[in-house]
């Protein structure tokens, strides 16, 4: 059984700062992608920025610049920090994984459980 666990969403002033991990546990042969998404209620979720390997990343237009993703492999941790926050980042964010459990498995999808993150003005 894979699980990931999110943490580091909160309340923050627009132009403030916050930082989210997600961590993977349980058993993991390898993580291919790593993701950040977010979705506000009533809303399909929207991409964020992605990892894919050690160092190749994207970021959806509208955080270019702001947010930051970098990942850890030795804990199977990913990371988001984001910057000069604004009112219309606030949603519930959620991190997603694509990896394999075993070396003889296909990658299967993962989802965190979502951390809300509230941007006053």
């Known amino acids: 059984q894979v699980q990931l666990v999110e943490s580091g969403g909160g309340l923050v002033q627009a132009g403030g700062s916050l930082r989210l991990s997600c961590t993977a546990s349980?058993?993991?042969?390898?993580?291919?992608?790593m993701g950040w998404y977010r979705q506000i209620p009533g809303n399909q979720r929207d991409f964020v920025a992605i990892?894919?390997?050690?160092?190749?990343?994207d970021y959806a237009d509208s955080v270019k610049g702001r947010f930051t993703i970098s990942r850890q492999d030795v804990t199977n941790t990913v990371y988001l920090e984001m910057s000069s926050l604004k009112p219309e980042d606030t949603a519930v964010y959620y991190c997603?994984?694509?990896?394999?459990?075993?070396?003889?498995?296909?990658?299967?999808?993962?989802w965190g459980q979502g951390t809300q993150v509230s941007v006053s003005a």
């Open positions: 997603h994984m694509s990896l394999k459990r075993e070396s003889t498995e296909p990658y299967y999808h993962y």
């Open positions: 990892i894919i390997g050690k160092e190749d990343t």
């Open positions: 349980g058993t993991i042969f390898e993580i291919s992608t």
